[in-house]
């Protein structure tokens, strides 16, 4: 990677969280920081926890469908589990 560094957060981040962290953890962030072009430890924790994110969802969604495949149910099952999904993934959004 070249020596620059891109913007940190998005435009629209505008909380900051504090971070009690070790020397060796923060060592280690700033470190993950520059390999990922990142300007600030902090960056490289909003770009990890985004990741750990997408990835979380992701497992979720092929987990559903792995056990839809396991246990095959009717059409009306099949709407009940999509629509207790979808709430149960709203109200993991609203935390």
Do not use: C, I
Not at 44 to 53: I, P, V
Not at 58 to 67: I, Q, R, S, T
Not at 68 to 93: F, I, N, V, W, Y
Request: aromatic fraction near 8%.
């Amino acid at each position: 990677m070249s020596g620059e560094t891109k913007p940190s957060y998005p435009p629209g981040a505008t909380l900051k969280l504090p971070v009690r962290a070790t020397p060796s953890q923060k060592a280690a962030w700033e470190v993950a920081a520059q390999s990922h072009g990142l300007a600030t430890p902090g960056a490289f924790l909003a770009f990890a926890g985004d990741l750990y994110l997408a990835m979380r969802r992701a497992y979720l969604e092929a987990n559903d469908a792995h056990y839809d495949a396991l246990h095959p149910a009717g059409l009306e099952e099949e709407t009940r589990r999509r629509e207790e999904r979808a709430q149960s993934r709203e109200r993991e959004g609203e935390r």
